[in-house]
């Protein structure tokens, strides 16, 4: 799945993600908080590991881009291309965890008022700073003004689609952006789980049923992955020679390739609520630090294994970094560790605060810093590139952070606070539908339309 990605995008593979963003506890966001928020506390140990999630795609991108050296230094790049999809595996299984660990309650009550208010909350997480880089993306880079419409709607993953010859990820210089875009889909798609989760008595039960279901996921992934011929051969006779980006969008960006991740992060919180109240003896929290010593192990283990393995390594990697991560995940959130008191110091915090800033320009960031020039290895070089990968990872960060708080925090409370009037106490029952509507509604409309026109040619062909 790694190495899809990167041959779609060498440069600008993978991208937050992030975003992608996940943690939710953030005093920034308390001024209308859900159910469950009031109910559970803070875990800040998860704000350090989405910050890590950032990091690793930050540096894996900056490693082809930086280390320009003649001959090339190509199992380096090997390991951090696996960096890179670590980085993507842990956002969206961590977005999993803390969506459900704060939203459990728009499962078990979904009526308007609190459906309203779970997207109202994701809806000014995600969009404000999303349409800002878009707006910068677009005046820099200009784009096309159809490929525009289907990214202010945050549907660029969700449809393959043909424009001008390119596929609609590849429009705007965003491509990074597809990992919101899928980030967006699991927030349209959770209450819908949050609500088939809260109809199973027994919560072991379900969270079960939950990760056996994202393991078919997985396994109906690793079967696409492996059969690349037949795939390839069905999107060529759909969309001609530029279907071929087909296969890789459906298994390494699209919601298809991604949900299961996403599963097994709500999986892990809903094991996690059933126990949130029961002390943590000194036996159980050693087990715990046993278990995250091991799951750290296998996550760099298997990092290792497929830098230098084949394909089958690959999809057993699918696997290894999903269940890997929920272990960590977990042990960082209910056990008190060297590990988890690490990720929750002030620094990292901050850092994972700015997470989001972070996957979004890193790559803007990273295109003015780079090394332009084939280097030979020479003791000057070595360190010459070394100072200019550092200072390209500090400047990023450095920018993140002040984004996150000159911009990202203050646009987002603003947007709750506008967004709140329909669900005030004198809000209609027509106004507490209309953020559903905005935030669900119209992207679903955007993909079906999107997916008409992707078919449209192949139809009225096979009519002829």
Request: charged share 10%; with cysteine.
């Amino acid at each position: 799945m790694l190495n899809i990605a990167q041959g779609l995008d060498r440069g600008a593979t993978m991208e937050a993600v992030g975003r992608i963003e996940t943690i939710e506890v953030r005093s920034a966001e308390r001024s209308r908080p859900s159910i469950a928020v009031e109910k559970l506390g803070d875990l800040p140990a998860l704000t350090g590991l989405r910050f890590f999630a950032a990091f690793f795609i930050l540096v894996g991108h900056a490693t082809p881009m930086m280390l320009k050296f003649t001959p090339s230094p190509q199992l380096v790049f090997d390991v951090t291309n696996c960096i890179i999809e670590v980085g993507m595996e842990l956002f969206f299984v961590l977005s999993g965890f803390v969506i459900h660990y704060n939203y459990a309650d728009v499962g078990r009550f979904p009526q308007p008022q609190n459906l309203a208010r779970f997207y109202i909350a994701r809806f000014a997480r995600i969009y404000p700073l999303y349409v800002l880089f878009l707006a910068l993306q677009h005046v820099l880079h200009g784009g096309d003004l159809r490929a525009t419409a289907f990214f202010l709607g945050m549907t660029q993953s969700w449809v393959f689609i043909l424009l001008g010859g390119v596929p609609l990820f590849g429009h705007l210089s965003a491509f990074v952006t597809w990992s919101v875009s899928t980030e967006w889909f699991f927030y349209c798609l959770y209450p819908v789980v949050g609500w088939l989760i809260a109809m199973t008595r027994h919560r072991l039960i379900a969270a079960l049923a939950l990760v056996a279901l994202a393991w078919l996921g997985l396994v109906q992934v690793v079967v696409l992955y492996l059969h690349d011929q037949e795939v390839n051969a069905f999107a060529q006779a759909v969309w001609g020679p530029p279907g071929t980006a087909f296969w890789g969008w459906m298994i390494s960006l699209s919601p298809v390739g991604r949900l299961p991740p996403f599963l097994i992060g709500v999986a892990t919180a809903h094991i996690f609520i059933t126990g949130y109240g029961r002390p943590v003896s000194e036996s159980e929290r050693r087990l715990g630090i046993v278990l995250l010593t091991v799951a750290l192990a296998c996550l760099i283990a298997m990092c290792g294994a497929q830098s230098v393995g084949s394909r089958y390594v690959n999809s057993i990697a699918l696997f290894v970094y999903s269940l890997s991560i929920a272990v960590i995940i977990f042990c960082c959130a209910r056990y008190r560790s060297p590990f988890s008191r690490f990720l929750s110091t002030p620094l990292l915090i901050a850092c994972g605060d700015a997470s989001y800033s972070i996957y979004l320009f890193h790559l803007s960031v990273l295109e003015v810093t780079r090394v332009s020039d084939v280097l030979p290895w020479t003791w000057y070089n070595v360190f010459y590139v070394g100072f200019r990968f550092s200072a390209a990872v500090l400047i990023t960060i450095a920018f993140a952070t002040i984004m996150y708080r000159v911009y990202e925090a203050p646009a987002r409370g603003a947007t709750r606070a506008l967004l709140g009037r329909f669900i005030g106490p004198g809000a209609s029952r027509a106004d507490r539908y209309f953020p559903i509507v905005l935030c669900v509604g119209i992207p679903v409309a955007f993909s079906i339309i999107g997916w008409i026109i992707s078919f449209f040619p192949w139809f009225i062909r096979l009519w002829h």
